[in-house]
Nanobody, 122 residues
Framework: QVQLVESGGGLVQAGGSLRLACAAS????????MGWFRQAPGKERDFVAA????????YYADSVKGRFTISRDNAKNTVYLQMNSLKPEDTAVYYC???????????????WGQGTQVTVSS
């Protein structure tokens, strides 16, 4: 069992930056691939980024490539999402998730956090 808690969301102007963190409980965190997804009002939950258990490979949605960076610190049981050059269209609730392999598919992941709101003003 893994419990995930996101933090770091907030209101930022376009062009600004935020760093999201997802803290995991449980001693098996380092064995899980981690992903970040986001969901805007009235829309489906979309893939943002994913990282393998070791941190050796990362994956990004085209819409965030070059602006967002996913990383993890297994010693701290935490995964991060550094978001730069934010745009109004990045506004959404951001969720972290844990699964057995990195994937862009929501149902691949076994555990989810409660989400953190990111709002980018124009």
């Amino acid at each position: 069992q893994v419990q995930l808690v996101e933090s770091g969301g907030g209101l930022v102007q376009a062009g600004g930056s935020l760093r999201l963190a997802c803290a995991a409980s449980g001693r098996t965190f380092s064995s899980y691939a981690m992903g970040w997804f986001r969901q805007a009002p009235g829309k489906e939950r979309d893939f943002v980024a994913a990282i393998t258990w070791s941190g050796g490979s990362t994956y990004y949605a085209d819409s965030v490539k070059g602006r967002f960076t996913i990383s993890r610190d297994n010693a701290k049981n935490t995964v991060y999402l550094q978001m730069n050059s934010l745009k109004p269209e990045d506004t959404a609730v951001y969720y972290c998730a844990a699964g057995t392999r990195p994937s862009i598919v929501v149902r691949t992941y076994d555990y989810w956090g409660q989400g953190t709101q990111v709002t980018v003003s124009s």
